[in-house]
């Protein structure tokens, strides 16, 4: 079935097998022994633990090379399980911290991307996250690094550890971002609470909430959600795998549908999960008895949710 993917952090399909190939050819010297041992580290408690292999593990990316190749190996996957559109998020200060230059990551990631839609029939667009941990200030000197190449960069979001960095911390740099014409998305309510999720929206002004899910504990939030339709993009398998909820079948994800929000499924960190979006659909239809018709409305709210024009819109809508 024909979807969009749009929320996917680019570094978060990184597959085991790519990590060893990097570290090898970059001379990076890894804690684990081979690529079954890696394999075995990502069982997560929390999003903590999970980011904490994250940064490690991309670690291993330094040349254009590798983000072209990261690129490359998300596409060939995606286009497998029916992505027709991808709007990818990568972290620009997880590299650069590294001393990786900026322009390293968006020439090797751009040199895949550009012609993702002769070689794989995937559209695409990047948006830049801020991580909230590192705080405001260097939110602010990353958009000031990222602000000559915004002609590159379709959005900025926020994502990294949640809970203790709400969003209206990075009200200057997202409005900053909107003076630049960019889309605004944030991660908010995955395991932060829905105040955070009332600050994205009124405080940053975001057009999508990133996961979203502690919505349903705030029936004011829903209601406001639902009238201005705003997109929540769901990750039904990482909140598994994080423990933001206790099991797939008691996701509350069909009360967020049935309270009328524009609901869209997603991968998020697919080499870490379990799963690529394709496999995000097929574990609703087995685990909460998804039909056909509903995981077809929900492929069809990630046309609607996406940010591509309109009569794009209208030509991946009419592909399903
Ligand atoms: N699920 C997630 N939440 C917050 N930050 C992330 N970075 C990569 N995946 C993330
Ligand atoms: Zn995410």
Known sequence: MPKAELHLHIEGTLEPELVFACARRNGVQ???????????????????????????????????????????????????????????FFDPQAHVSRGVPLEVVLDGLEASLSTAPERFGISTRLIACFLRDRGPREAMETWEALEPHTARLHGVGLDSAEVGHPPDAFEPVFARARQAGLHLVAHAGEEGPPDYI?????????????????????PALLARLARDRTPLTVCPLSNVRLRCVPSLAEHRLPELVDAGLLVTINSDDPAYFGGYVDDNFQALKRELGFGDDVLRELAANSFRASFVEEDERARLLGEL
Do not use: C, K, N
């Open 30 to 88: 890894l804690p684990f022994a081979d690529v079954e041992e890696l394999r075995r580290r990502y069982v997560f408690d929390d999003l903590q633990s999970f980011l904490d292999l994250y940064y490690l593990a991309m670690g291993v990316l330094r040349t254009e090379r590798d983000f072209t190749e990261l690129a490359d190996a998300y596409l060939a996957r995606a286009r497998e399980q029916g992505v027709r559109h991808a709007e990818i």
């Open 198 to 218: 009332w600050q994205a929206l009124d405080v940053l002004g975001v057009e999508r909430v990133d996961h979203g899910i502690r919505a349903i504990e705030d």
